[in-house]
């Protein structure tokens, strides 16, 4: 059984699964008549965009990015670098960049300039958690499920250390936690 089972749950599966045919029911209204591409931020938002794209009715498909992020704790620079590209022309199309946290806004703010270069039509951001009190960036989500306090959560496709991606709620890492 995997430890983090015992740890406190913040949003559970069934609220994640309202409130995200929510989000696709709005991006549905948003953009009526077109087609989006959802381009998940890996690995973190893998999860989320799998059910969000299930709950638009709209035509849309998927594609990927992947980026580092080095010395958020230790340099107030927090560089991030581009691991994985866009493999389709995004140039006049619908983006909407899924990520699973809107935190300090450094990997959306590089990720929002990086795409705009693209030239697409369109680039909303959709977040599954916004973490406001975090943010060092001037950044918004277009879409957002929840806004949680400064806690660090896993489980819904977050990690801590590349565990406990696969809980189906979200739930508080506890400070102390050992392993
Ligand atoms: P930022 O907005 O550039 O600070 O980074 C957001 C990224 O940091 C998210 O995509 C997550 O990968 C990671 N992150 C931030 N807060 C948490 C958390 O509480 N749990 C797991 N990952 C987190
Ligand atoms: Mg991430």
Redesign the pocket.
């Known amino acids: 059984m995997s430890p983090a089972r015992k740890f406190p749950v913040l949003i559970t599966a069934e609220q994640i699964a309202r409130r995200t045919a929510e989000i696709g029911r709005q991006i549905d209204a948003d953009f009526a008549g077109e087609k989006v591409l959802l381009v998940g ?1 890996l690995k ?2 893998a999860v989320f965009l799998a059910d969000l794209a299930r709950h638009i009715s709209i035509e849309c498909t998927f594609d990927f990015v992947a980026v580092a ?1 080095y010395g ?1 704790a230790q340099h107030s620079t ?1 560089a ?1 670098k581009l691991i994985k590209d866009l493999d389709q022309p995004s140039e006049g199309r619908n983006l909407i960049l899924v ?10 703010v ?1 990720l929002r300039k990086l795409l705009m270069q693209h030239r697409p039509r369109s680039l909303k951001i959709a977040a599954l ?1 916004d ?1 406001p009190s ?1 943010r ?2 001037k950044i918004e989500a277009d879409y957002v499920g929840f806004t949680i306090p400064n ?4 489980g819904y496709g ?3 250390a590349e565990r406990f991606r696969n809980l189906p709620d979200i739930r508080v ?1 506890p400070p102390d936690f050992p392993e």
């Open positions: 931020v973190g938002a992020s958020k927090g991030v990520e699973d946290i809107l935190d300090t806004g450094l990997t959306l590089f958690l973490k975090r060092i960036e806690r660090f959560v896993i977050m990690d801590y890492m």
